[in-house]
């Protein structure tokens, strides 16, 4: 008996330490290999000033409008996005404390009472029955967090709620990218929609011109739809400007929070002055700038705490029930004072066989860590390719705006030059109309080519992980 008796503390002491020694592993991909850690570059590819970051000066520096800084801020205030965004916060803040309370224990009032009827044991024919009240406070079963599994889910809770902060801050920073890339495609249009106009009143300048040649026998009939037709391609590009402006006024007043509505807009684009090279910093600044490279740094450390939660799962757990009242046979006597009484009922449970489920759990929260690692590299990389696209695209589009500018005061002289020509007879009418073609065209393109200089500008201040500062 005794030989037994010592076998099974034998086994169950190895049981105990074996449940002790969590299972340890390394975070590796499929492939059986780690991770690798991202390398971040000493400095950018692309031209720029590495001093200074231009995510540093305050919004409002950019362009310095008043009107731009106001739909801005109503967009911060009513926009659905932002309030989404601002909900989940506030339920990741509950779900962690949820978490938290967890590891608190719970209180509440006991009272029950319970009549009981049984066979006596002096007598066959005889039954008992007894009463019994209870009266007080108990406290269910609560798990004394002896190895941390409890806080470590309850930090996983918590670095949840920052991450979903700083995605908060994420939505908030292309928020304002948004409706300063709808403000300046309004503007865009506006000058657009001048080139068109100004085009169209030239031909039908050159409409009338040709018809009156035609009456006097100068030209053929051919002049005269030549010059129609001119006339009409002016009108149904001026008619698809305006459309393409009215898509994008309502696409601004959904991003602002409120119903479609006319915009106006007061400062047109040539206005804008452009610095001649951005400032970017260093690309490390990126990793404490950019709010979705933090967010995704904290939902790794999330699935880090989750980790070494499921580790602990493997060991034993110690849970606490008490009660502290009132217990008599007789309601009348429920309260007297020799009636009081409690009970402490601490337990150990130790698993044994759970059909793999703490095994799964594990490495379901290993393979949650792995995707939290690429997620995090992934999304630094991607932050590294906008700034350097964003950089790049301003250095390019500044080189095809100086050359398209050259290109339009060229047209602007040819188109002078055929029209005179072709007053004294010279040149034909289809050289007027393509050089008027060819004019309008290189305006149109300049003023895209000048649009997308400053949405480079917008890009970059995005990428870089500047957020909404207004001016002073």
């Known amino acids: 008996m005794m030989r037994a008796r010592s076998n099974g503390l034998a086994l169950a002491t190895a049981l105990l330490c074996g449940a002790c020694a969590a299972p340890t592993t390394t975070t590796t991909d499929s492939t059986g290999a780690a991770p690798k850690p991202v390398q971040m570059p000493a400095g950018w590819n692309a031209p720029s000033t590495s001093s200074t970051s231009l995510a540093e000066r305050p919004f409002g520096a950019l362009f310095q409008d008043a009107e731009l800084e106001a739909l801005i801020k109503e967009a911060l205030s009513n926009n659905r996005d932002i309030r989404i965004a601002a909900q989940r916060v506030e339920l990741a803040r509950a779900q962690y404390g949820l978490q938290r309370a ?6 509440g009032a006991d009272a029950s009472a319970t009549r ?13 029955t007894s009463s019994s009240y209870r009266l007080g406070l108990a406290m269910p079963a609560w798990e004394i967090d002896l190895w941390g599994r409890i806080a470590s889910l309850s930090d996983a809770a ?13 939505v908030e920073v292309g928020l304002v990218s948004q409706v300063a890339s709808g403000w300046l495609s309004l503007l865009e249009y506006d000058q657009s929609l001048l080139i068109a106009e100004r085009t169209r009143v030239s031909r039908v300048e050159s409409l009338r011109i040709v018809t009156l040649r035609f009456n006097a026998g100068i030209v053929s009939k051919v002049d005269v739809t030549q010059a129609e037709t001119s006339l009409a391609q002016a009108q149904a590009a001026y008619a698809q400007l305006q459309q393409k402006r009215g898509l994008q006024e309502n696409a601004l007043s959904q991003l602002a ?8 807009v007061s400062k047109p684009l040539d206005r804008y002055a452009l610095p001649p090279a951005l400032p970017a910093g260093i690309p490390s600044d990126l990793l404490t700038r950019r709010p979705d490279i933090r967010a995704a740094e904290l939902s790794l450390a999330a699935t880090q705490s989750s980790v070494e939660a499921a580790r602990k799962a493997f060991l034993p757990s110690i849970s606490l029930t008490g009660f502290l009242g009132f217990i008599s046979p007789q309601l009348s006597q429920l309260i007297d004072s020799d009636r009081q009484a409690y009970t402490l009922s601490p337990a150990i449970t130790l698993p044994l066989f759970t059909g793999g489920r703490l095994s799964s759990n594990l490495e379901a929260a ?15 990389q991607a932050a590294l390719r906008e700034v350097e696209d964003a950089l790049v695209s301003f250095q390019r589009l500044r080189e095809q705006q100086a050359a398209m500018q ?41 003023t895209q080519l000048t649009s997308g200089a400053y949405a480079a500008v917008i890009g970059l201040y995005r990428a870089l992980g500047g957020g909404w500062t207004p001016q002073g």
Request: proline share 4%.
């Open 102 to 107: 967890a590891g608190l224990p719970n209180l």
């Open 116 to 128: 009981s009827q049984a066979p006596s044991g002096l007598s066959a024919t005889e039954n008992l």
């Open 158 to 170: 918590l670095s949840n709620v920052r991450a979903s902060e700083a995605l908060r801050h994420f």
């Open 257 to 264: 929070g409120r119903n479609p509505g006319p915009l106006r």
């Open 366 to 380: 290993q393979a949650q860590q792995r995707i939290a690692t690429e997620d995090y590299a992934r999304t630094t």
């Open 406 to 446: 050259a290109i339009v005061k060229a047209s602007q002289e040819r188109l002078r030059l055929v029209d005179l020509r072709y007053v004294n007879g010279i040149s034909s009418y289809f050289e007027v109309l393509d050089s008027q073609r060819q004019l309008f065209d290189a305006e149109l393109q300049l």
